[in-house]
């Protein structure tokens, strides 16, 4: 039994002086690619990449898929920001699935696709929760599902995506997977138009002229509601720290 915790003990300080050496390897990489020295952080992220670290998995694929200091491989790239998004690796993660979509080093798949935005959906990443409500919108990689659709989009709408804004003010316009309802898609398109999106302003007059006068107060009092709610906050300069 003595033998057993030494050499657990002999394991876990070989992996502790370890961590060191690997964040260092790392912060070497990263200085030597600001730098355009990326012979060097190739050098350095291969080492890491090779031993499973994931962050130097996905400088790798950014490295071959930019064309930084190698040649531009897609096929490359997918196949270490595969190996980082199987860790977690967020960034890595969104680069993948967007070459599954438009198949970029990779077969296109759109079912791989909705896996990789499907894991970011769930942590609440607004590109992934509108990529993701495209494809149930159309049925691509996954059965399509207007509902489903919905819901995702709502999800991003209430982060101030302007697209995902429109599309859910046209999905109640049209009645696609949630009831029918003039007022709420005024009021959503307003929300997207007051970003700027030229075709939610457009929309959002046809709604309204679907509306009588109580409906239209009542749609201009909940499109009010909706842009204090989930587009100035998002919308809003940072405010400036005053020096002392």
Excluded: C
């Excluded at 952080?41 to 080492?47: D, I, R, T």
């Excluded at 130097?56 to 064309?67: D, I, K, N, T, V």
């Excluded at 894991?119 to 509902?147: H, M, T, W």
């Excluded at 959503?188 to 075709?199: D, I, K, V």
Aim: glycine share 10%.
């Amino acid at each position: 039994m003595k033998q057993v915790f030494r050499s657990l003990w002999v394991l876990l300080a070989g992996l502790l002086m370890l961590a060191p050496l690997v964040q260092a390897g790392f912060d070497e990489g990263v200085e030597a690619a600001n730098a355009g020295d990326f012979a060097k952080a190739y050098e350095e992220f291969s080492v890491l990449a090779e031993q499973g670290d994931a962050r130097a998995q996905q400088s790798l694929g950014w490295m071959y898929f930019e064309g930084q200091g190698r040649d531009v491989d897609y096929g490359k790239a997918a196949y270490w920001y595969e190996k980082a998004a199987e860790q977690g690796n967020i960034t890595a993660q969104i680069n993948l699935a967007q070459m599954y979509a438009y198949g970029q080093g990779v077969a296109q798949d759109f079912s791989q696709a909705a896996h990789w935005w499907g894991k970011l959906a769930e942590q609440g990443d607004v590109r992934s929760l509108v990529a993701l409500g495209g494809l149930y919108y159309q049925g691509k990689g996954v059965p399509q599902d207007y509902a489903k659709a919905a819901g995702l989009w709502r999800q991003a709408a209430e982060q101030g995506h302007v697209e995902a804004q429109l599309n859910l003010g046209l999905m109640y316009g049209k009645g696609q997977g949630l009831t029918q309802d003039d007022v709420q898609a005024y009021a959503w398109l307003t929300a997207a138009a007051t970003q700027g999106n030229e075709s939610a302003d457009s929309s959002r007059e046809f709604a309204l002229s679907q509306l009588d006068e109580a409906q239209r107060e009542r749609a201009e009092a909940l499109a009010q509601e909706l842009v204090r709610k989930y587009v100035e906050p998002f919308t809003a300069p940072a405010p400036v720290e005053k020096s002392l």
